[in-house]
């Protein structure tokens, strides 16, 4: 398996413009997060699924941000309008869960995100 | 999820044992012990866990103290591809706190 595809790797983008990031989980999964990570606050998370429902969304930092997985291979987190403190590298990691424990988190190399 | 207390910062010789203390003095009896690391520009990858029992695989040991209130992280015999910022991570394991990575351990391998 090639592991967590995220995409893109880098963006670049100004004030205002609609973001979106992509993630591809590891085939069989069963869960999906995203998480922001950032020099002042480190690695949060920002929500989860499980079989492609969002289960908790309170990490999310406001309604500008926005996910959603269409199906099981596949996970977009948007941010619109963007601003420049959503300036940070984005990690979609998922994980094979049993008996309710996630043993293990694969995450993808992230998306460095700049907004200017 | 039990706050865990690490080191800022460490150094280690090539080829030497590598030691990485976690205290987590108010873990709970269901709260595992995660380890992650996060080598540069990567993402953080899964390193071990355990629950009481000392943890051993292909990457590393995982020494738990009797009273679990702290735990070690040991890589045997550590080469310069160790240089990370190392996580310890209490957790009861359900995805819900999977989790806040505090500011781990920054492990520098010298030559």
């Known amino acids: 398996d090639a592991g967590v595809i995220q995409s893109p790797r880098h963006e670049v983008t100004e004030m205002g413009q609609e973001v979106t990031l992509r993630c591809k989980p590891i085939?069989?999964?069963?869960?999906l997060f995203w998480y922001r990570q950032t020099m002042m606050r480190g690695l949060e998370l920002l929500i989860y699924?499980?079989?492609?429902?969002?289960?908790?969304d309170s990490g999310m930092p406001e309604d500008r941000f926005s996910a959603k997985m269409p199906n099981a291979s596949f996970s977009t987190l948007k941010i619109q309008p963007s601003e420049p403190r959503d300036s940070a590298v984005y990690f979609c990691?998922?994980?094979?869960?049993?008996?309710?424990?996630?043993?293990?988190?694969?995450f993808g190399s992230g998306t460095q995100l700049s907004v200017l | 999820d039990a706050k865990t207390t690490q080191p800022t910062s460490m150094d280690c010789a090539e080829g030497r044992a590598a030691n990485l203390p976690c205290n987590h003095s108010t873990i709970s009896g269901n709260e595992y012990v995660y380890w992650y690391r996060q080598i540069h520009s990567q993402g953080p990858q899964y390193i071990i866990h355990g629950l009481k029992n000392n943890e051993t695989n292909e990457m590393a040991s995982l020494i738990i103290t009797e009273d679990r209130k702290s735990s070690t992280l040991i890589l045997p015999h550590a080469t310069l591809r160790d240089t990370a910022v190392y996580y310890c991570i209490v957790t009861t394991g359900i995805a819900g706190n999977m989790l806040t990575f505090g500011g781990g351990t920054r492990l520098m391998v010298k030559p």
């Open positions: 990691a998922s994980s094979l869960s049993g008996l309710r424990l996630v043993e293990k988190l694969f």
């Open positions: 085939s069989g999964h069963d869960y």
């Open positions: 699924f499980n079989n492609n429902v969002p289960i908790d």
